[in-house]
């Protein structure tokens, strides 16, 4: 399941990411509702999890608005401390559910189960894929199309892959990619993870040339970033 946080707190942010991910689900993050909602404009969440102030406006003006876009968009609202005004407000309000702030694991990871089958996960036809920056991810056959071409790749790769978009313009750690590619396997040897860098890159093509650069970040793990096309060809 693709899910959308909303979430101005970047360290609570980090801990739902890893909660969403160890749960199976990839998790894309978002510092402000306006980010949120352009980006829906173009690419399909099964789930919207939002702080009660999403970083620009309150989630309760949000939600209709995000619905507005994605039809029946399930929303999950994090709230610190809530009292029971504040949780009958944001259901009132259009919350399919409210859950306590920091989250709780097991209860984080049950509660969206819940709202996964109370919303039977039905996507528009023109919305099967995770489409990120020009690269379409088809999570049933673990195939990526771009460019006119389509590869598919191991489930492993296809994480990696699908990780490392999601974290466009920032570093990755080699802890976080242990624990969502290797659901925190310990035995996983370093040089593993670099192969499997490696296969990415080569397999989808992550080339400055072709407009993306995957590099090691010495020390702590992978970064992918957009290379602008038109500076590659002035400098040439």
Not at 193 to 222: C, F, M, N, W
Request: charged share 25%.
């Amino acid at each position: 399941m693709r899910i959308a946080l909303i979430e101005p707190d970047l360290q609570h942010a980090k801990l739902v990411d890893r909660l969403v991910f160890a749960g199976g689900h990839v998790c894309q993050h978002f510092t402000t509702s306006s980010t949120f909602l352009q980006h829906a404009k173009d690419e399909f969440f099964d789930l919207l999890i939002t702080e009660s102030w999403a970083g620009d406006h309150c989630a309760e003006d949000v939600i209709p608005r995000a619905r507005s876009i994605l039809p029946g968009l399930p929303v999950m609202m994090m709230i610190r401390a809530p009292r029971e005004s504040q949780i009958v407000a944001a259901l009132h309000a259009g919350a399919d559910d409210c859950v306590s702030k920091p989250v709780r694991g097991p209860e984080m990871l049950a509660r969206i189960e819940a709202l996964q089958r109370r919303a039977g996960l039905r996507r528009p036809a023109n919305r099967r894929r995770d489409t990120i920056s020009g690269y379409s991810f088809d999570a049933a056959g673990f195939a990526v199309s771009f460019r006119d071409l389509t590869v598919v790749l191991t489930p492993k790769e296809f994480r990696l892959a699908l990780l490392l978009f999601n974290n466009l313009a920032r570093p990755v750690s080699r802890a976080h990619i242990l624990e969502t590619v290797w659901l925190r396997r310990r035995d996983v040897k370093s040089r593993t993870i670099d192969t499997h860098a490696s296969r990415v890159r080569s397999k989808l093509q992550l080339r400055p040339e072709l407009g993306y650069s995957l590099v090691p970040v010495y020390g702590y793990g992978y970064q992918l970033d957009a290379v602008p096309l038109e500076g590659i060809a002035g400098a040439g």
